[in-house]
């Protein structure tokens, strides 16, 4: 199955013409109902009225991909609109783009709904795409796009299908202040450490901040034994804690996946490993984040 597959052009609204992500989703739901294509109509509306605006994926400039998980319809269905002028985004006025993707699936078919999410914003990506679709005039202009016909599914679910692409990271001369600040602002358990290219180089979580942040030092081991003060921070004439680098704190060791390991890879590792949460590689770049909490909740929530 490729994306060229899951799009009819009695499906795609060329031009879309509406001010907000929420409106445009809806005259695409619309058209969706129109060539009958939803079981329950009223079901539909209410999922996107109840459940906006949590289910939206925005890539870069260029598209939004409000998608939901529904038994309002029998099977995958997708809806394409180019728009004339930039469409806002509610949550964010800031951000707009033309063109809107609206894709939703009954809950039996949530592995390929989330490979097809994932492979429209990978699409979406590259400029050349988006070009050739904003200068679409008609529905076969989209619906006939060689890009869509290049991009086949895979059989089965990727760590890139669900993961978090744009992830919060730290350098390794920060320090443990600046971390600990990030970390309850954005409550994240973890960051990722990279260097000035872009690799990782380690991980710092809320387990090494416990360790280093505690009060006056005076903190137990297994053993019952007081931690002193490390060298270094004798050497810098401070036991402040949060003036400690990263680099000094971070867990160097650290077990990564890359984009195309199949989820029933990760859920071994976690399961063996007794780890809930991986950076993403490509090559040694961090590309990506994923946790136990994402498999859960895309895998399994409605």
Same mark, same amino acid.
């Given at each position: +199955?490729?994306?060229?597959?899951?799009?009819?052009?009695?499906?795609?609204?060329?031009?879309?013409?509406?001010?907000?992500?929420?409106? @445009?989703?809806?005259?695409?739901?619309?058209?969706?109902?129109?060539?009958?294509?939803?079981?329950?109509?009223?079901?539909?509306?209410?999922?996107?009225?109840?459940?906006?605006?949590?289910?939206?994926?925005?890539?870069?400039?260029?598209?939004?991909?409000?998608?939901?998980? *529904?038994?309002?319809?029998?099977?995958?269905?997708? =809806?394409?609109?180019? =728009?004339? @002028?930039?469409?806002?985004?509610?949550?964010?006025?800031?951000?707009?783009?033309?063109?809107?993707?609206? &894709?939703?699936?009954?809950?039996?078919?949530?592995?390929?709904?989330?490979?097809? %999410?994932?492979?429209?914003?990978?699409?979406?990506?590259?400029?050349?795409?988006?070009?050739?679709?904003?200068?679409?005039?008609?529905?076969?202009? %989209?619906?006939?796009? @060689?890009?869509?016909?290049?991009?086949?599914?895979?059989?089965?679910?990727?760590?890139?299908? &669900? !993961?978090?692409?744009?992830?919060? *990271?730290?350098?390794?001369?920060?320090?443990?202040?600046?971390?600990?600040?990030? +970390?309850?602002?954005?409550? %994240?358990? =973890?960051?990722?450490?990279?260097?000035?290219?872009?690799?990782?180089?380690?991980?710092?979580?809320?387990?090494?901040?416990?360790?280093?942040?505690?009060?006056?030092?005076?903190?137990?081991?297994?053993?019952?034994?007081?931690?002193?003060?490390?060298?270094?921070?004798?050497?810098?004439?401070?036991?402040?804690?949060? *003036?400690?680098?990263?680099?000094?704190? +971070?867990?160097?060791?650290?077990?990564?996946?890359?984009?195309?390991?199949?989820?029933?890879?990760?859920?071994?590792? !976690?399961? @063996?490993?007794?780890?809930?949460?991986?950076?993403?590689?490509?090559?040694?770049?961090?590309?990506?984040?994923?946790?136990?909490?994402?498999? &859960?909740?895309?895998?399994?929530?409605?």
């Amino acid at each position: +199955m490729n994306l060229r597959d899951v799009l009819r052009p009695e499906h795609i609204v060329v031009p879309l013409r509406a001010g907000t992500v929420k409106q @445009a989703t809806e005259l695409l739901a619309a058209r969706l109902v129109e060539t009958g294509a939803v079981a329950e109509p009223n079901r539909l509306y209410a999922v996107i009225r109840n459940a906006w605006p949590e289910d939206l994926v925005s890539v870069g400039e260029h598209a939004f991909l409000p998608h939901f998980r *529904t038994e309002a319809v029998r099977g995958l269905r997708t =809806a394409v609109g180019i =728009a004339p @002028a930039p469409i806002r985004w509610e949550k964010d006025p800031n951000r707009a783009a033309r063109i809107v993707i609206f &894709i939703v699936a009954p809950q039996r078919e949530a592995a390929t709904y989330l490979q097809l %999410v994932g492979a429209f914003a990978r699409t979406l990506s590259d400029p050349k795409t988006v070009t050739t679709l904003l200068a679409a005039r008609t529905p076969e202009d %989209v619906a006939g796009l @060689a890009a869509l016909a290049a991009v086949e599914l895979p059989s089965q679910l990727l760590v890139r299908d &669900i !993961m978090t692409p744009h992830i919060r *990271t730290v350098r390794p001369e920060q320090t443990l202040g600046e971390v600990a600040h990030l +970390m309850v602002e954005h409550d %994240v358990r =973890a960051l990722p450490v990279v260097d000035d290219a872009g690799s990782l180089v380690g991980m710092i979580t809320h387990r090494e901040l416990l360790k280093y942040l505690l009060p006056s030092y005076v903190q137990r081991t297994k053993s019952g034994e007081f931690v002193a003060p490390t060298k270094s921070q004798l050497q810098r004439g401070s036991t402040d804690p949060r *003036t400690i680098p990263v680099r000094e704190a +971070m867990a160097r060791s650290v077990l990564c996946v890359a984009e195309d390991q199949t989820l029933g890879d990760v859920a071994n590792l !976690m399961s @063996a490993r007794d780890v809930d949460r991986f950076p993403v590689v490509r090559e040694g770049r961090l590309v990506g984040f994923l946790t136990r909490a994402d498999l &859960i909740r895309r895998l399994i929530a409605t």
